[in-house]
């Protein structure tokens, strides 16, 4: 599966941003499919997941009760819904996706976009 995501920008502190993770492929809907980010200089951190028909989601810690995963099969996307960002949130964004569970390590994702920029100022 091609993943591609999009909908980054500049936005100021306490605004939002509503990102989406494109796939190509009839199967989209057998991927659990993750978004995760990585600031400069800082390691990739995970930030959501969502299983593959959509019933199960996680967050990272330090976007939780902020940021909702969404996804629609029948349209083969994945949506990051940000709210109350932080210049803290500033990263580049990727998605990803896996044909097994919405795993929170970085590691078990077979397939990754390209990453779409977010940068949040004060």
């Known amino acids: 599966v091609q993943l591609q995501a999009c909908g980054g920008g500049l936005v100021q502190a306490g605004g939002y941003l509503r990102l989406s993770c494109a796939a190509s492929?009839?199967?989209?809907?057998?991927?659990?499919v993750g978004w995760f980010r990585q600031a400069p200089g800082k390691e990739r951190e995970f930030v959501a997941s969502?299983?593959?028909?959509?019933?199960?989601?996680y967050y990272g810690d330090s976007v939780k009760a902020r940021f909702t995963i969404s996804r629609d099969n029948a349209k083969n996307k994945v949506f990051l819904q940000m709210n109350s960002l932080s210049p803290e949130d500033t990263a580049v964004y990727y998605c990803?996706?896996?044909?097994?569970?919405?795993?929170?390590?970085?590691?078990?994702?077979?397939?990754w976009g390209q990453g779409t920029q977010v940068t949040v100022s004060s």
């Open positions: 990803a996706a896996n044909s097994r569970l919405a795993f929170r390590e970085s590691k078990w994702y077979d397939f």
């Open positions: 492929g009839r199967t989209f809907s057998s991927y659990a």
């Open positions: 969502i299983s593959d028909r959509g019933g199960s989601t």
